[in-house]
């Protein structure tokens, strides 16, 4: 039977599960979070990989809000784009913030049957 909840938070119900189910499924992904730290580029590295191997697609924007982006974690992101076997399937977008505030969560799936899935 499919799970339809609506909502997913705290201990019982953890995010990054959910993201990874969802990424399994899909042909292309967008995401758009304020900053990049390592410890979520390893916790999704590899499954990005497995998105590209299987021919999908990824867009990511992220941000300098606060100087809190690891460049080194985008330096694997971008490693991702420098792989001839993706082609241009992979784009990458640093918003610069200066002053204002951003601060975007937001991860959306797009499956080959043409469904769209975003939290």
Do not use: C, W
Request: net charge neutral; aromatic share 6%.
């Amino acid at each position: 039977m499919p799970d339809h909840r609506r909502l997913s938070a705290g201990e019982e119900d953890p995010l990054l599960p959910q993201l990874l189910r969802h990424m399994r499924q899909a042909e292309r992904v967008d995401i758009a979070v304020a900053f990049i730290l390592q410890s979520g580029v390893a916790a999704i590295e590899e499954h990005l990989r497995d998105l590209l191997d299987r021919g999908g697609q990824l867009r990511l924007v992220t941000g300098d809000y606060l100087n809190i982006t690891d460049p080194e974690a985008l330096r694997r992101l971008y490693d991702l784009t420098q792989q001839p076997e993706y082609g241009d399937r992979v784009q990458l977008r640093l918003f610069q913030a200066g002053r204002r505030s951003f601060h975007p969560k937001a991860y959306i799936f797009h499956t080959q049957q043409g469904a769209s899935i975003a939290i």
